[in-house]
């Protein structure tokens, strides 16, 4: 499993985003060789926010979890979801699915902003405004 911060800048994700880009990039290169000799496929899943021991270790990873959630058209994917979803890639309906990094992430990993979250924060701007004005 890896994460999304592999790819952009998530603060306080700090060493565990370099170490998801170094996994992703191992399991292209391992995927390659294995393919090759062994006909096997390998694929890393980005998978959304979950809480874990990992997880719990970041500073504001709460908050994070629940911006995801908002941010994502179909919701943050459950630890059960995922479990699921790697079920899938079992099957021979994905078995030409090799050297990936396929994201399980109800959406997040393509989002800028949603309508909840822009809300959100227009509301909270405006009690900011509002703050500033008294």
């Not at 880009?21 to 060789?33: I, K, M």
């Not at 899938?88 to 399980?104: A, M």
């Amino acid at each position: 499993l890896t994460y999304m911060a592999a790819q952009r800048v998530f603060p306080d994700y700090n060493d565990m985003a370099d170490n998801k880009a170094y996994l992703e990039s191992v399991a292209r290169s391992f995927g390659y060789h294995w393919g090759v000799r062994r006909k096997v496929r390998v694929n890393t899943i980005s998978q959304s926010p979950t809480m874990t021991t990992a997880g719990s270790g970041v500073k504001g990873f709460d908050g994070f979890i629940k911006f995801a959630d908002k941010t994502s058209p179909l919701g943050n994917a459950t630890a059960d979801d995922c479990a699921n979803y790697v079920i899938t890639l079992f099957s021979d309906l994905t078995r030409r699915v090799t050297l990936q990094n396929l994201f399980h992430d109800g959406g997040f990993s393509n989002m800028g902003v949603s309508d909840a979250v822009m809300a959100q924060f227009m509301n909270n701007d405006s009690s900011n405004e509002a703050g500033e004005e008294a």
